[in-house]
């Protein structure tokens, strides 16, 4: 169906990962720098921490869900680089949210497409 899909698989998988790792970093260091309170972090960050189950089980459907919950954030960031008060950790973070939404929408369709070759193997095999 598609060409090396497994490899596809495999880099959007550890991109995700490492760009939601480092993104949520980003969020709690520019929350540092900014001395926001630290039940603010925790509000901001559970939206992404309620989808970390999804995402470690591969789910394409978190993955997808991962996706729209960005665009949230993506916001959030945007509003605050046009502050005067911003932080270089706000353009890291836009850099990082970008990579976290492609990658997570990559993932989560290819991950749909090997799914169904799985099961259109299994079928061909009984």
Not at 3 to 29: F, I, P, Q
Not at 59 to 70: D, E, G, M, P, R
């Amino acid at each position: 169906m598609i060409e090396h899909l497994a490899l596809k698989l495999s880099w959007a998988r550890r991109l995700t990962r490492w760009s939601y790792v480092l993104y949520l970093a980003s969020m709690l260091w520019g929350g540092y720098l900014r001395g926001t309170p630290g039940s603010l972090l925790i509000i901001a960050t559970l939206p992404l921490l309620l989808l970390l189950p999804g995402i470690a089980r591969e789910n394409y459907k978190s993955l997808a869900l991962l996706c729209f919950v960005t665009l949230f954030y993506f916001t959030v960031i945007v509003l605050n680089l046009w502050s005067p008060a911003h932080h270089a950790v706000d353009w890291l973070s836009l850099v990082l949210i970008c990579i976290l939404f492609c990658a997570a929408m990559l993932f989560s369709r290819w991950k749909q497409y090997d799914l169904v070759a799985q099961r259109s193997s299994a079928l061909d095999s009984h």
